[in-house]
């Protein structure tokens, strides 16, 4: 049976904020299984005989995997229905909030679907603020320790698989999901070489990017050029004759 959609997950936590709190370790376990979901090996022989519903990425150790269209769904819809307790419980949620961490942080590189990389990106930054909005809540000194673990993990998890990545656009996105994170943290939560460093990678994530593009485009213009050239003599040969 499918999990509720993200909107009835709200519609259930908004008016009972305190009472809903009891029923998160009977709900959560459905949401984390969706996370763990994992990716069936697929055939090198993609070409014959593939399953149309199957999107297939490539694995950091270079074997294919696919998941099917309703898998993709299910694993974005648990994403959201994270986002929706996080968002309406805030710091109530806060006895949950590493375990969430350790099931959310695959979602970060989630090869199967961009919206599903960015909505992970939105829910750990509501992740950091519910941790920072328990911790006031509970009176406890933090000193930063929670939040600026979660900060960590989340750059950690999050920037490297960047580097394969060739859409400028969504780079930018991703970007600004990062800066989202690093706000919501707050002063403190990273060292001035920390800052220094990440700001320095995301410039020359986007910079490589760039020039990838720009690559892209001449050797397309070439390509006219040539082809237009090619046009243009055949046409001087045609009126020779």
Not at 56 to 73: K, N
Not at 212 to 236: N, T
Request: glycine share 8%; net charge negative.
């Amino acid at each position: 049976k499918k999990l509720s959609t993200p909107e009835a997950a709200r519609g259930f936590c908004g008016p009972l904020r305190e009472f809903s709190r009891p029923s998160l370790p009977y709900l959560l376990p459905g949401i984390y299984a969706m996370l763990d979901m994992k990716p069936a090996e697929v055939s090198d022989n993609l070409g014959e005989g593939a399953d149309p519903d199957m999107t297939v990425a490539f694995l950091e150790d270079g074997t294919a995997a696919g998941l099917r269209t309703s898998q993709i769904e299910d694993f974005q819809s648990a994403v959201q229905m994270l986002s929706c307790f996080l968002e309406v419980l805030q710091g109530h949620y806060f006895d949950h909030i590493q375990e969430t961490a350790r099931h959310l942080l695959p979602a970060l590189t989630f090869r199967f679907d961009d919206r599903v990389k960015k909505d992970a990106f939105v829910t750990w930054q509501e992740l950091i603020g519910c941790a920072k909005d328990g911790l006031r809540r509970r009176g406890i000194a933090d000193d930063g320790a929670l939040v600026a673990d979660l900060l960590r993990a989340f750059l950690q998890g999050a920037v490297e698989p960047l580097h394969a990545e060739d859409d400028l656009e969504l780079l930018q996105v991703l970007a600004t999901g990062i800066a989202g994170c690093v706000r919501a943290a707050g002063p403190g939560s990273m060292t001035a070489a920390e800052v220094h460093g990440l700001c320095a990678e995301l410039r020359r994530l986007i910079d490589a990017s760039t020039f990838r593009l720009r690559s892209a485009a001449a050797s397309a213009s070439e390509l006219v050029a040539e082809e237009v050239d090619e046009d243009d003599e055949y046409e001087s040969d045609q009126r020779r004759d």
